[in-house]
């Protein structure tokens, strides 16, 4: 079954280590997102991907980094800059051009938490 | 400033009742909306899609209405039933190649 993989579903950070979340997909889809939930606030975009080699930023990037290396996964490093870094990240999918219904498909996300 | 919003909140109904669900955008040129449900600790599970082209699309007991000039979105529930609680999001693609924009979600109770 084509889907997004998101490990691991549980990860602890310890203040100042950097730590990477993964998400890979096998829909063969161009385009993926990463996006933070917090309790009350909702989804906030911190990075999307069109294609392979390329990103770009969304509303809350700081602190955070992506690469896009490859079309099937889409990793995103939390790095010590990211103050806050305990929430729900969770990462999507899409066609981006040509044909279909360019609706977005979920990973079932990753809950990080700082220690 | 392009933006979706949907109210209440949260949602508490008895068991077995119709529901209707709420999802408002600013700028009715729309390429499609999408609605989701979220249970607690999980990721997003598409729950149905519609084109600018539709007025309503279903699934089950689930409908999905769309009306771009009055800038709305409805998501009726049939027969309610405790396994429908959770949190149901609505997001709206405004351009084929663009991101899309996320409601906060309604949170639903059905009381059993």
């Known amino acids: 079954d084509g889907g997004i993989t998101q490990s691991p579903k549980y990860l602890f950070r310890k203040e100042g280590q950097n730590v990477t979340l993964s998400c890979e997909q096998n829909l063969n889809h161009d385009a993926m997102y990463w996006y933070r939930q917090d309790p009350g606030q909702g989804l906030r975009l911190i990075y999307y ?3 392979v080699n390329d990103f770009q930023k969304g509303d809350i990037a700081e602190g955070y980094s992506v690469s896009r290396e490859k079309k099937e ?3 995103l490093t939390v790095t010590s800059a990211q103050k806050n870094p305990t929430a729900f990240y969770l990462c999507a999918s899409s066609i981006v051009g040509g044909q279909g219904s360019y609706g ?7 809950r990080l938490t700082v220690v | 400033k392009q933006e979706v919003t949907q109210i209440p ?3 508490s109904v008895p068991e077995g009742e119709n529901l209707v669900l709420n999802c408002s955008f600013t700028d009715s040129a729309i390429y499609n909306l999408q609605w989701f449900r979220q249970d607690p600790g999980k990721g997003l599970t598409s729950l149905l899609l519609i084109q600018s082209s539709q007025r309503e699309q279903t699934s089950g007991r689930l409908n999905a209405s769309l009306d771009k000039s009055s800038g709305r979105s ?3 529930i049939a027969a309610s039933q405790p396994g429908d609680s959770a949190t149901y999001l609505c997001a709206v ?3 084929r190649d663009d ?3 996320f409601g906060k979600g309604t949170r ?3 009381l059993p």
Do not use: V
Not at chain 1, 104 to 110: A, C, R
């Open chain 2, 9 to 11: 909140a949260a949602l």
């Open chain 2, 74 to 76: 409805t998501l009726y």
């Open chain 2, 99 to 101: 991101k899309i924009i």
């Open chain 1, 49 to 51: 991907s069109q294609i």
């Open chain 1, 104 to 110: 977005y498909t979920f990973g079932s996300g990753t």
């Open chain 2, 93 to 95: 693609r405004w351009n």
């Open chain 1, 73 to 75: 996964s889409f990793p």
């Open chain 2, 108 to 110: 639903l109770h059905i």
